[in-house]
């Protein structure tokens, strides 16, 4: 079977760091995106990974480690307007670029 | 702007009737996904297409067919809409590695 497992809620402080795992398990595996979704919003692209390691983009970082079947999800500096859900996602078929969700990780940043 | 919209925010069906939801891209996408979103359960695939007249079965088709006539074009057809199909509806379209998402259709049905 194909499944995702990431922390259901997360709870920070403003300025902290967080970090929000992601372990699959998938019968096929072309890389790991991260989603950001407010309340009442669609989901946004944070990130992508299709190799191990770290990937950087401003205070979000992503990383991927292939051999153990786990990414994550870290957040710096975190900021109020940080609080959403982040789902992670494979990337399980390259022709049709068909992802699995994760079930989301509901963060709370608190002042 | 990359621009994936939906025909409504919010739409109130009774049980038994026939229900379509729209989905339009304007960014020339060979794929386009519909997926229903529920507390707890993340983000479920009913369907996608990877061509025009293209189509397959996500993990959740029951209930559910779709249609893809033209490239830019989605939809997503409830052939009998029943209380569990009360939920959220998503569609989205990818470029590259990246999936763009609609605004999401809210669907009650009575």
């Known amino acids: 079977g194909q499944s995702l497992e990431q922390p259901s809620e997360v709870t920070a402080v403003e300025g902290a760091i967080v970090q929000i795992n992601c372990t699959y398990q998938t019968s096929g595996f072309y890389g790991l995106s991260w989603y950001q979704q407010h309340d009442g919003g669609a989901p946004t692209f944070l990130s992508y990974?299709?190799?191990?390691g770290l990937e950087e983009t401003g205070r979000f970082s992503s990383f991927l480690s292939r051999s153990d079947s786990y990414g994550y999800l870290l957040l710096q500096e975190l900021q109020m307007k940080d609080s959403a859900s982040y789902f992670c996602a494979v990337h399980a078929r390259g022709a049709t670029n068909k992802l699995i969700f994760g079930t989301g990780t509901l963060l709370a940043v608190q002042p | 702007d990359v621009k994936v919209t939906q025909s409504s925010r919010y739409l109130v069906k009774r049980t038994g009737e026939k229900v379509f939801l729209e989905c339009v891209q304007d960014m020339d996408h060979e794929n386009m996904f519909w997926y229903r979103q529920d507390p707890g359960l993340g983000l479920r695939l009913i369907y996608f297409?990877?061509?025009?007249?293209?189509?397959e079965k996500g993990d959740i088709p029951e209930g559910y067919s779709v249609s893809r006539e033209k490239k830019e074009r989605f939809s997503l057809i409830l052939e009998s809409a029943s209380t569990n199909q009360t939920s959220m509806y998503l569609c989205?379209?990818?470029?590259?590695?990246?999936?763009?998402f609609g605004p999401g259709t809210r669907l009650t049905v009575l």
């Open positions: 297409s990877y061509d025009v007249k293209m189509k």
């Open positions: 990974n299709a190799l191990d």
């Open positions: 989205a379209s990818i470029g590259g590695n990246e999936q763009f």
